[in-house]
């Protein structure tokens, strides 16, 4: 009898070593996933805004303003926020990357957006994501290079 | 202990198949959605510009399958008015609108199979697009 209950110990704990194994990679796998997933909703949203805004770029000062809004738009789904919690789980505006592709004369052509040095910290494991999920729409809006940000 | 090992399998597929479904059908969501802009800013009413369009496409850089695998089999169509959608209109002159379609999005299915699944999910995307001003229409 008691070498029975010592051989059912040893099951258990061989079964349970193998359950939970199974279990923390699924919520590894499925949280990172999840994550991805509404990142890449985020910087498709951030993307098309980008490509249907006005172009502005006075200064250094209007253009990194556009980034700005660009950024709010992927972070917080909005270009001017009044709420600051971001859509994706600790979501930082300097963890998103907004670079425009530009043609000989330096009118926008483009836009690339893409997620930056963004952690997924799914407890068992943090995966770092660096340039994805990244997008790049064709710049559709109007080009205004001489007007200022409002 | 069969059963057990089946609800697993189950539970794993729901979280790494289906999130790996949910994915691909949002990148190729977008990646439609820009191809669609891309291709609508290209008409000008002229069949070079048709051309151009499909060339735009072709140059959309995005890809699927977590950013690693590039859109195969993609297909672009024009339309007057949206009713009727065509890949080479004989007349370039009334053509305001233009529609992508990514329909061989192929995920294979690492779990769920074990439990009856299918061994592939397709999972198509379109998006159509307007020119002048380029609006995204569907």
Same mark, same amino acid.
């Given at each position: 009898?008691?070498?029975?209950?010592?051989?059912?110990?040893?099951?258990?704990?061989?079964?349970?070593?193998?359950?939970?194994?199974?279990?923390?990679?699924?919520?590894?796998?499925? %949280?990172?996933?999840?994550?991805?997933?509404?990142?890449?909703?985020?910087?498709?949203?951030?993307?098309?805004?980008?490509?249907?805004?006005? %172009?502005?770029?006075?200064?250094?000062?209007?253009?990194?303003?556009?980034?700005?809004?660009?950024?709010?738009?992927?972070?917080?789904?909005?270009?001017?926020?009044?709420?600051?919690?971001?859509?994706?789980?600790?979501?930082?505006?300097?963890?998103?990357?907004?670079?425009?592709?530009?043609?000989?004369?330096?009118?926008?052509?483009?836009?690339?957006?893409?997620?930056?040095?963004?952690?997924?910290?799914?407890?068992?494991?943090?995966?770092?994501?660096?340039?994805?999920?990244?997008?790049?729409?064709?710049?559709?809006?109007?080009?205004?290079?001489?007007?200022?940000?409002? | 202990?069969?059963? #057990?090992?089946?609800?697993?399998? @189950?539970?794993?597929?729901?979280?790494?198949?289906?999130?790996?479904?949910?994915?691909?059908?949002?990148?190729?969501?977008?990646?439609?959605?820009?191809?669609?802009?891309?291709?609508?800013?290209?008409?000008?009413?002229?069949?070079?510009?048709?051309?151009?369009?499909?060339?735009?496409?072709?140059?959309?850089?995005?890809?699927?399958?977590?950013?690693?695998?590039?859109?195969?089999?993609?297909?672009?169509?024009?339309?007057?008015?949206?009713?009727?959608?065509?890949?080479? *209109?004989?007349?370039?002159?009334?053509?305001?609108?233009?529609?992508? #379609? @990514?329909?061989?999005?192929?995920?294979?299915?690492?779990?769920?199979?074990?439990?009856?699944?299918?061994?592939?999910?397709?999972? *198509?995307?379109?998006?159509?697009?307007?020119?002048?001003?380029?609006?995204? #229409?569907?």
């Amino acid at each position: 009898m008691k070498n029975e209950r010592g051989h059912a110990m040893i099951e258990l704990a061989v079964c349970a070593a193998v359950m939970v194994s199974c279990l923390a990679g699924t919520f590894q796998f499925g %949280y990172t996933f999840y994550i991805y997933n509404q990142l890449v909703t985020a910087v498709g949203n951030g993307g098309r805004y980008a490509a249907m805004r006005t %172009y502005r770029a006075a200064n250094d000062a209007d253009l990194e303003k556009g980034r700005a809004a660009i950024r709010n738009m992927v972070v917080y789904g909005d270009a001017r926020p009044s709420d600051l919690s971001p859509v994706v789980a600790n979501l930082r505006p300097e963890q998103v990357d907004v670079e425009w592709v530009k043609d000989k004369t330096g009118a926008p052509t483009a836009v690339r957006v893409a997620i930056r040095n963004y952690p997924v910290n799914a407890v068992f494991k943090t995966v770092s994501l660096e340039g994805r999920p990244g997008v790049e729409f064709p710049f559709v809006g109007r080009y205004a290079p001489a007007e200022r940000e409002p | 202990m069969s059963v #057990t090992m089946l609800l697993l399998l @189950a539970v794993m597929g729901l979280a790494f198949d289906v999130g790996r479904i949910y994915i691909a059908r949002n990148e190729a969501q977008v990646f439609t959605d820009a191809a669609a802009m891309a291709a609508a800013q290209k008409l000008d009413g002229t069949k070079a510009g048709l051309d151009r369009a499909k060339d735009a496409v072709s140059h959309v850089s995005m890809r699927w399958n977590l950013g690693t695998q590039e859109f195969r089999g993609v297909v672009v169509e024009f339309s007057a008015d949206g009713s009727k959608w065509e890949s080479d *209109p004989k007349d370039a002159a009334g053509v305001t609108m233009a529609r992508v #379609t @990514a329909p061989d999005n192929s995920v294979e299915i690492t779990f769920l199979r074990a439990v009856g699944g299918p061994n592939n999910f397709v999972v *198509p995307a379109h998006a159509a697009a307007m020119a002048n001003p380029v609006r995204l #229409t569907e």
